[in-house]
């Protein structure tokens, strides 16, 4: 009876698990956050516009945002033609996520 137990409680570990690993980067900063605003529900939906406008990369870079705001700050200002390029891309995913997942 135990083996039969044990593999139970390895499949509710397991599908608790997965949720949590199948999330992306910007939907774990989110629910990491301490944004009143961050729940399961919208943190999914800006995740599900990251993966319609954003490259793995550029999610990452985003995902460090929600811990060091001003790490976006000196993105924003920097003079770096790659940053610019991707506040350019991060700024129309903040549009949209916003138009999406606000309710």
């Known amino acids: 009876m135990k083996p039969v137990v044990l593999a139970a ?3 509710v570990v397991l599908s608790i698990s997965s949720g ?3 999330a992306g980067p910007i939907e774990r900063a989110c629910m990491n956050s301490d944004r009143k605003a961050a729940n399961r529900s919208v943190c999914a939906c800006v995740q599900q516009v990251a993966n319609m406008t954003l490259r793995g990369p550029d999610q990452r870079k985003a ?6 705001p001003d790490r976006a ?3 924003r200002m920097s003079k770096s033609d790659n940053d610019n390029e ?3 891309r991060y700024k129309s995913f903040g549009q949209q996520a916003e138009a999406t997942c606000a309710r």
């Open 63 to 68: 995902a460090a945002f929600f811990k060091d």
């Open 9 to 11: 409680c390895a499949a």
């Open 86 to 88: 991707f506040w350019r």
């Open 20 to 22: 949590i690993a199948l």
């Open 73 to 75: 700050q000196k993105v």
